[in-house]
């Protein structure tokens, strides 16, 4: 049955917002982060030109031999661009600018929206020893354009950052729509694995009226594990360092990691209702 294809294969999952500044990129360093901390093996994969999860990471620019826009490109394996992270049990294939010519260069080819899935699936392809990551996450660009429907072709699931501020439901229908589409013409099997609410103030009376509204909007989508505005988290990437390394002891810190038990959990709910 299904289970057992996906035995030994990672659990792959978009993070994604057409909205800049809603927190994919912190959610994809820290969460990859906690996740690692509690065993899990993960690969973070930079789909943003901007390269912000590689720069967070502390990964140089000049270290980046290989990019995902080689990657894409079908230049070289995704293996070869993968480099490990300070933070054991987790490494990241990183970007760089070239990738926001990607859409141009790749034109009309017929596999254009498979570029990602092929290249997740032929991480095991002769290499010894096999990949062993049990988790995927992809950094996807602040847009809906052929990169994140890359990711979302190549994905099991979405998880999706929504910023506790007035507009956070606007574009979240859209993104909805987005998936899909995917799901009716590239990837059948895609999920939405949870919305996370980011930067939430609990003073804010309208940080807490948006909570309602998207609760009772997405009801059990939501994850109960907010993320609180915590200047930590926005200090760490300057200093190459995810926040769970930068300051183990904040809110910040102490969210994601509950996040990450809430991702397992729900992970294992969705493998034994299926
Ligand atoms: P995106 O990848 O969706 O564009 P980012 O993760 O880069 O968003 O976050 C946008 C900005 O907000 C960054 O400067 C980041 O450091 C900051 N930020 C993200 N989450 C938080 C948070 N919970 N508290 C404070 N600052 C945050
Ligand atoms: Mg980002």
């Known amino acids: 049955d299904k289970d057992d294809k996906r035995a030994g294969q990672?659990?792959?999952?978009?993070?994604?917002?057409?909205?800049?500044g809603v927190g994919k990129t912190t959610t994809a360093i820290n969460l990859g982060t906690a996740l690692a901390a509690i065993g899990e093996r993960v690969l973070i994969i930079d789909l943003d030109p901007q390269g912000n999860a590689s720069t967070g990471l502390g990964i140089d620019r000049r270290n980046r031999n290989y990019s995902t826009y080689d990657v894409l490109i079908g230049e070289?394996?995704?293996?070869?661009?993968?480099?490990a992270t300070a933070?054991?049990?987790?490494?990241?294939a990183p970007s760089t600018m070239d990738l926001s010519g990607l859409e141009?260069?790749?034109g009309n080819a017929r596999d254009r929206a498979f570029r990602l899935r092929d290249a997740i699936a032929g991480l095991n392809h002769?290499?010894?020893p096999p990949a062993d990551y049990t988790y995927v996450?992809?950094?996807?660009?602040?847009?809906?354009n052929l990169l994140t429907v890359n990711a979302m072709a190549a994905s099991d699931a979405i998880l999706v950052p929504l910023q506790c501020e007035f507009f956070a439901l606007e574009g979240l229908s859209q993104l909805l729509q987005t998936v899909e589409q995917v799901r009716s013409t590239l990837n059948p099997d895609l999920t939405i694995h949870g919305?996370?609410?980011t930067m939430f103030d609990s003073r804010n009376n309208l940080s807490n009226q948006v909570v309602a509204d998207v609760r009772q909007f997405m009801g059990k989508k939501v994850y109960d594990t907010m993320i609180p505005r915590n200047v930590r988290i926005s200090e760490a990437p300057s200093y190459g360092?995810?926040?769970?390394?930068?300051?183990?002891?904040?809110?910040?810190?102490?969210?994601?990691l509950r996040l990450a038990t809430e991702v397992i959990q729900r992970e294992r709910e969705l493998r034994t209702t299926h």
């Open 126 to 128: 002769n290499a010894q």
């Open 137 to 144: 996450l992809i950094d996807c660009p602040p847009s809906l």
């Open 10 to 20: 990672p659990r792959i999952i978009a993070l994604a917002n057409q909205k800049g």
């Open 241 to 256: 360092k995810p926040v769970l390394v930068y300051d183990l002891k904040c809110t910040g810190s102490e969210a994601y």
């Open 195 to 197: 919305i996370v609410l």
């Open 87 to 92: 933070v054991p049990r987790l490494s990241i």
């Open 76 to 83: 070289v394996g995704l293996r070869e661009a993968v480099i």
């Open 104 to 106: 141009l260069e790749l």
